[in-house]
């Protein structure tokens, strides 16, 4: 296995929001989702990992050319005794500027296993295409 193959297969801990001078709107820890992005002719795919949120807690809003992520994870339930955790349960914030490629009324997302698919459709102007030469 190369260097670059094992670089690739790390793990990474979830990392919490830092805090600001502001004051936080929600109760609980944050954390930052990890991403995986790709490319082809005509979108680009955002991979997000949001172990344990529920669609219904799943937040996902445009204003002027930011896509916002939030997603909520419920606590352990009460009457379960935890015996072992390996992370600490919170929810997710990830903020991404759109560029002007991007057609935003086209926006398509789906969750499943805990991996947020949002599939961000280029806009007809910026979609790569051939000319015939005469």
Known sequence: MTE???????????????????????EGVTFVPDVDITEDGDAITLYADL????KEGLGIDVREGVLTLTATVKP???NHRLIYHEYDIG???????????I????????L?????????????????????VT
């Open 4 to 26: 670059k193959e094992k670089k690739e297969l790390q793990v990474s801990n979830k990392k919490a929001i830092e805090k600001s001078s502001g004051e936080p709107t929600r």
């Open 51 to 54: 172990p344990g949120a529920p």
């Open 76 to 78: 352990i339930e009460k």
């Open 91 to 101: 929810g997710f914030t990830r903020r991404f500027t759109l560029g002007e490629q």
């Open 103 to 110: 057609d935003q009324n086209k926006i398509e997302a789906s």
């Open 112 to 132: 499943n296993n805990g991996i947020l698919k949002l599939v961000l459709h280029k806009a007809e102007a910026a979609k790569p295409r051939k000319i015939k």
